[in-house]
């Protein structure tokens, strides 16, 4: 069974450029997680859907942040303009809908704003 | 609300030795809890969950866990550390909606 696959592994862009991480869930998974990951910590939320609906974005930088999940399967999390914060690994991951069912992780994407 | 507090951010063993990780959990509920290893440029990978059912949990790689309610915690140990071991480990309490809650991470060390 294929993962959850995400791209690119990496990406470096100056500051004020936008960009662009996408993410293939596991296939017959529902609910769909943008985590973000600073340097020495633990994953923090971005968004999580479930199919196509966003049901927790509170901790999704609005103003810079977006994130799409066309027909509850891909997703696409842009930021634009990027900011020398943003720095940090972003991870994608899915699980199936329901309590106590555990989340799948992609190898992440690392982005380095210069 | 829910949060973890891993309570040491690096443990260094000898190989050979136990391995012993704590993870102390607050929920207003009975939760669901999860241990996680993230080795470096690789993504998370579950180790072992527990989900209301036996208190001790075994996982992956030799692993295990023990839900301990009365004292909020949920340890994760190895009766003998490998060289492989090494990595980030993370604990973490789903809340009722689903959304997952990290710790901020233990990393282990294993010395030859």
């Known amino acids: 069974e294929a993962g959850v696959v995400q791209s690119p592994r990496y990406k470096i862009i100056e500051k004020k450029q936008p960009v662009a991480f996408w993410c293939n869930p596991i296939?017959?998974?529902?609910?769909l997680y943008w985590y973000r990951q600073n340097l020495g910590q633990g994953p923090e939320l971005l968004i999580r859907?479930?199919?196509?609906?966003?049901?927790?974005d509170s901790q999704l930088p609005k103003d810079r942040f977006s994130a799409e999940r066309l027909k509850g399967v891909d997703s696409t999390l842009k930021i634009q303009p990027a900011e020398l914060g943003d720095s940090a690994v972003y991870l994608c991951a899915s699980s199936q809908q329901g309590l106590y069912t555990e989340a799948f992780f992609g190898q992440g994407t690392r982005l380095t704003v210069v | 609300a829910q949060s973890v507090t891993q309570l040491d951010s690096h443990v260094s063993v000898s190989e050979g030795t136990p391995v012993l990780l704590r993870c102390n959990y607050s929920s207003s509920y009975s939760p669901s809890l999860f241990w996680y290893v993230q080795h470096p440029n690789k993504g998370l990978q579950l180790l072992l969950k527990y989900t209301s059912a036996a208190t001790l949990v075994k996982g992956i790689n030799g692993f295990e866990a023990e839900f301990k309610k009365s004292e909020t915690s949920f340890h994760l140990t190895k009766p003998s550390a490998h060289m492989s071991d090494a990595a980030e480990y993370f604990c973490?309490?789903?809340?009722?909606?689903?959304?997952?809650?990290f710790g901020q991470g233990t990393e282990l060390s294993v010395k030859p």
């Open positions: 973490v309490v789903s809340d009722l909606t689903g959304k997952l809650i």
């Open positions: 296939s017959g998974h529902n609910t």
């Open positions: 859907y479930e199919n196509e609906e966003a049901v927790d």
